[in-house]
């Protein structure tokens, strides 16, 4: 199944979250970081 993944941009760091997963949110340092963390996280919240 495929999520739609909003990334934003801080002023020091990248957020993400998933709108149709509620809670399932990643943050890091580069947008890579975040896109790999959210991935995770989708997993994680779908068990």
Do not use: N, W
């Amino acid at each position: 199944m495929r999520y739609m993944v909003v990334v934003e941009k801080g002023e020091k760091s990248y957020g993400a979250y998933v709108p149709d997963l509620p809670g399932c949110v990643a943050a890091a340092e580069t947008r890579t970081e975040a896109l790999k963390l959210i991935q995770e996280a989708i997993e994680f919240h779908l068990e």
